[in-house]
């Protein structure tokens, strides 16, 4: 019950500090490391080691030797993933792949002469997109140069295309996302394996009911708000000539993914091909593509440093807080409160479902909160193995709604980078998106935790 109490009073400290725009990283390293000191000081029974690590022989090392065995634990696993993701995306973009991508995708959209509709397709393609755009922010900047002129002309407000870029990334899916990988990780099972049998099936329920409230709900607001329907008849301004690249550029940003799920045990068992691995041959790919349509050595050559960098910057912003989120969950199971809230909830009578919607809600409630799906997720999800195995129940039934649930708290909090990004556009403010997305989402939410009942 103490461990319990501690937990919990260093969780609120530590949420009310992100609410207040403090670094996450250092808010949840530091809540980690006082989890560790106060077990080692008032709980000298408890074990503070990192997994199976071994003592330096000083008590009050070995909590700092937590953070080091958490990084390199981390940063060879998915932190790996996590970058190469990052670093391909980044140069996906560069050579303007990415763009090609999406211009392929939304081009038969434009011969539809319903926009509402259109609206509603645009957010199960833009959501399909994001198996092959890991990145929920670089998605919806790329549909916001693109998509969102596109459902402007056709006659939607800006509000509501901004609000449906808002939920491109609602779940995140496939190989590519972090938080997919390490929701696979958890659950003991390859990335792709995860993606198909599991993510799959739910993801096709939950984006048909999303798209049916997207249009409604875009209706509704837009005839209460006095927007009027009306379709321009003006052309697309054209690609400057800088930006075209050819068709077949389209093409290179899915290459990974359709590497990953052909070389795995879904199709080609006798081959396997990682996440990590895909991503250095599809960067591999390009750069040849980029050679043989620049002819340019050098440049080209310059060109993959981008790759590089963007892997620095997912370390930076996204495998730092995966570390310091580790260190954080990890303290709360040493100090006892996770093992307090499992007896509670079996003694109360909870069930293994309920338990599942229980910490769904939680991850949900943080990523609103906070705006950070990611640090939702990597907060909480290590402690999901754990329970499950105390239910008696696999694993994947927990980390399931769990990660999904990420991104859809994401899509409905007003301080989340994405939904001010897309505010700007649509010449509103974050909480007008939000209004917009609420209703979707809850929908989405309810729709996904049934399906996920149901199968797993």
Not at 90 to 101: E, F
Not at 233 to 262: C, N, R, S
Not at 337 to 346: E, N, P
Request: charged share 10%.
């Amino acid at each position: 019950m103490t461990g319990f109490l501690i937990g919990i009073f260093v969780t609120v400290l530590a949420a009310w500090f992100i609410i207040k725009n403090y670094q996450p990283q250092t808010v949840l390293l530091l809540a980690g490391l006082s989890l560790l000191t106060i077990t080692a000081v008032f709980f000298p029974e408890q074990s503070i080691l990192y997994a199976k690590s071994k003592s330096i022989g000083w008590v009050g090392g070995d909590i700092f030797a937590f953070v080091k065995e958490s990084l390199t634990t981390q940063v060879a696993g998915i932190g790996l993933i996590i970058m190469a993701a990052g670093g391909f995306a980044d140069y996906m973009d560069h050579i303007k792949a990415s763009n090609s991508m999406v211009d392929m995708c939304i081009k038969p959209l434009q011969m539809i002469r319903a926009p509402y509709v259109i609206l509603a397709i645009g957010y199960i393609l833009s959501q399909l997109l994001h198996v092959a755009i890991s990145s929920a922010a670089g998605l919806a900047m790329l549909l916001l140069v693109t998509f969102f002129p596109v459902l402007v002309r056709l006659g939607v407000s800006k509000a509501a295309a901004a609000s449906m870029i808002g939920m491109s990334a609602f779940m995140d899916l496939g190989p590519a996302v972090g938080t997919a990988n390490l929701a696979a990780k958890h659950a003991g099972m390859e990335t792709a394996v995860y993606f198909a049998h599991y993510q799959l099936p739910v993801a096709v329920g939950v984006m048909l009911v999303v798209s049916v409230l997207i249009f409604f709900t875009a209706r509704y607001f837009d005839a209460k708000d006095g927007h009027v329907v009306v379709q321009q008849t003006h052309e697309q301004q054209e690609q400057k000539e800088g930006d075209k690249v050819p068709w077949f550029y389209a093409l290179l940003p899915i290459f990974p993914v359709v590497l990953v799920i052909v070389f795995s045990p879904l199709i080609v068992a006798t081959i396997k091909v990682d996440v990590v691995t895909a991503m250095i041959m599809g960067t591999m790919l390009a750069f040849f593509c980029e050679l043989f349509v620049k002819r340019d050595f050098k440049a080209v050559c310059k060109g993959v440093q981008v790759f590089f960098r963007g892997m620095g910057s997912m370390f930076t912003s996204i495998v730092s807080l995966l570390v310091c989120a580790d260190v954080f969950a990890q303290g709360l199971q040493i100090i006892g409160a996770v093992d307090f809230i499992i007896q509670t909830v079996q003694n109360a009578g909870f069930g293994f479902g309920s338990m599942t919607v229980v910490m769904a809600l939680l991850v949900c409630v943080t990523a609103a909160l906070t705006g950070s799906g990611v640090a939702a997720f990597f907060s909480f999800s290590g402690l999901a193995p754990g329970i499950a195995t105390k239910f008696g129940e696999s694993a994947v039934s927990m980390i399931l709604p769990m990660q999904l649930m990420a991104g859809m708290g994401r899509s409905i909090s007003p301080v989340a980078g994405v939904i001010i990004a897309v505010s700007k556009a649509g010449e509103c403010s974050p909480f007008m998106i939000v209004r917009r997305t609420v209703i979707p989402a809850v929908g989405g939410i309810i729709t996904m935790l049934i399906i996920n009942g149901i199968l797993n």
